[in-house]
């Protein structure tokens, strides 16, 4: 079992950043591969991010890519998001989550644990 919780988020003009936290519980942390994830009001939601459980690989969505970058520190049980160059169109709950495995993967439906969020907000 792993427990998430997410910080960091607030409300932030168009053009600035934010850097998200996750911190997990569990010794074995290290074993997961981690995801950032986002909904929107009235939208699904959508794949943010992801890194494996070394570091090594991580993944992006089109719309965040050059902006956005995921990491992790495993001694420390978390991992973070920074956002960098927002738009407005990034206001969302942003949610992370943890999978035992050591692929990357963008289907919602393949992590097995998830934070309670963090609301983004992006003014114009």
């Known amino acids: 079992q792993v427990q998430l919780v997410e910080s960091g988020g607030g409300l932030v003009q168009a053009g600035g950043s934010l850097r998200l936290s996750c911190a997990a519980s569990g010794r074995t942390f290290s074993s997961y591969a981690m995801g950032w994830f986002r909904q929107a009001p009235g939208k699904e939601r959508e794949f943010v991010a992801a890194i494996s459980w070394s570091g090594g690989n991580t993944d992006y969505a089109d719309s965040v890519k050059g902006r956005f970058t995921v990491s992790r520190d495993n001694a420390k049980n978390t991992v973070y998001l920074q956002m960098n160059c927002l738009k407005p169109e990034d206001t969302a709950v942003y949610y992370c989550?943890?999978?035992?495995?050591?692929?990357?993967?963008?289907?919602?439906?393949?992590?097995?644990?998830w934070g309670q969020g963090t609301q983004v907000t992006v003014s114009s």
């Open positions: 989550a943890a999978r035992p495995s050591p692929i990357v993967v963008v289907h919602t439906g393949r992590w097995n644990y």
